[in-house]
């Protein structure tokens, strides 16, 4: 009689990295996936008007990249990115009175991607980074996969307490301060000049990175352009400035860019090297062309036209909208209106009668790297029309007054 052997029992596989499970989900993202029936007019999002693209000048941009020099569009290219396209982005920044060349600069794959960057090139596991509060909320994931104690700096309606930040500065020696000074994310608001040199001041004396988001800055839409922090004395050679074309040409492409010292972009672009060798380069070349032949200064203006109507929609209806006691920053430009609630509001809670109701919002609670207000909510004004937002405000007012 043949007797069989009991298979043997299979070991478990080896569990996820510690910071895989430590990092939560984008809760924006869950959102839109919540919410992306087309009857849902979702505030959520921070998709820029697809209807406002150029896709004409786009697509013109790709064909000629295509036809003229396909062998290399469609080749590997360098890890810092197209000279044409570096060349470009430098002589942008100069003629707004920062003076760049090609080689400060390094091509991202979105600006998201020059966060993890610099969080591989300048952040140990434990060590002390400051960001905003509230933040960005996928700057927060990336510093949590670096593994950084993230500490949250005071801010009030007009951004950065500089003599908190100095405090926090002597107190813990952090690596680096992150913020979005312009239009920020989630709040909106921008950060005046006197702000930006006390930053600088601070960094310069202390010991410090700044690491400068700018992804919003080209859409203002009254008031006086704020000069990049980059720019104020004792900040020039410890200010990481970063941007992106995703607001202004086209998310879809995925570019952005690094702009910093030059030892710190060469630690960036052993990081990309090991990331992703380099950002498409039909991309690259297309976007350069489209510069090359287009006005992009005036297809900015276009946009921003049309989404200071949008906000203005949005900021008409908010006081019906809201309840009684409620407050919101009115932003100068951007894609983001930042709300309060009366105490005793928890919006996380609120959302999914919301969600029924056909709207949407974030609640603000994940923006906070500290203790949360569960009381706010962001909304985006940019990817509905005036008739719409007006629309997701009456449904709003229901599912909060029902």
């Known amino acids: 009689m043949t007797v069989t052997e009991p298979a043997p029992t299979a070991a478990p596989t080896p569990p996820l990295a510690a910071r895989a499970a430590s990092v939560g989900g984008s809760p924006v993202r869950d959102i839109l996936a919540v919410t992306a029936r087309p009857e849902v007019i979702n505030f959520a999002g921070?998709?820029?008007?697809?209807?406002?693209?150029?896709?004409?000048?786009?697509?013109?941009?790709?064909?000629?990249?295509?036809?003229?020099?396909?062998?290399r569009a469609l080749q590997y290219a360098t890890t810092e990115g197209e000279p044409?396209?570096?060349t470009a982005i430098a002589q942008r920044f100069s003629a707004r009175g920062l003076a760049t060349s090609a080689d400060d600069l390094i091509v991202t794959t979105g600006s998201q991607q020059a966060l993890s960057l610099l969080a591989t090139a300048l952040i140990e596991p434990g060590e002390t980074i400051l960001v905003e509060n509230p933040c960005y909320l996928a700057a927060l994931q990336a510093f949590g996969f670096a593994g950084a104690?993230?500490?949250p700096v005071p801010c009030d309606e007009a951004g950065i307490?500089?003599?908190?930040?100095?405090?926090l500065v002597a107190l813990h020696r952090p690596k680096l301060l992150y913020t979005v000074p312009t239009f920020q994310n989630p709040t909106g608001r921008t950060l005046p000049a006197g702000r930006r040199a006390a930053i600088a001041d601070v960094a310069a004396r202390r010991g410090l990175w700044i690491v400068e988001d700018d992804p919003y800055g080209e859409l203002r839409f009254e008031g006086e352009r704020v000069p990049w922090i980059a720019?104020?004395?004792?900040?020039?050679?410890r200010t990481v400035l970063l941007g992106s074309f995703s607001k202004v040409m086209a998310p879809g492409m995925r570019l952005g860019w690094l702009r910093g010292p030059a030892a710190l972009l060469r630690a960036c672009v052993v990081a990309k090297q090991a990331a992703d060798l380099h950002t498409?380069?039909?991309?690259?070349l297309a976007a350069a062309r489209y510069l090359a032949d287009n006005d992009l200064d005036a297809h900015v203006a276009h946009v921003a036209g049309k989404y200071r109507e949008n906000r203005d929609a949005m900021l008409a209806g908010l006081g019906d909208a809201l309840p009684e006691g409620s407050t919101w920053l009115r932003p100068e430009g951007g894609t983001f209106v930042w709300?309060?609630?009366?105490?005793?509001?928890?919006t996380a809670a609120l959302l999914p009668e919301v969600v029924r109701?056909?709207?949407?919002?974030?609640?603000?609670?994940?923006?906070?790297?500290?203790?949360?207000?569960?009381?706010?909510?962001?909304m985006c004004f940019v990817t509905q029309s005036p008739d719409e937002i007006a629309e997701g405000l009456r449904r709003l007012r229901s599912a909060l007054r029902g």
Do not use: C, M
């Open 46 to 71: 921070g998709l820029p008007a697809p209807g406002l693209f150029d896709k004409r000048g786009i697509a013109a941009a790709f064909q000629a990249a295509l036809t003229e020099q396909p062998e």
């Open 84 to 86: 044409a396209l570096r």
């Open 149 to 151: 104690h993230v500490v």
């Open 161 to 167: 307490d500089p003599d908190a930040l100095d405090d």
């Open 231 to 237: 720019s104020y004395p004792g900040a020039e050679d």
């Open 280 to 284: 498409p380069t039909v991309n690259q």
């Open 339 to 346: 709300a309060k609630l009366p105490d005793g509001y928890d």
């Open 357 to 378: 109701h056909d709207v949407a919002y974030v609640p603000g609670t994940p923006f906070y790297a500290g203790e949360p207000d569960v009381a706010t909510l962001r």
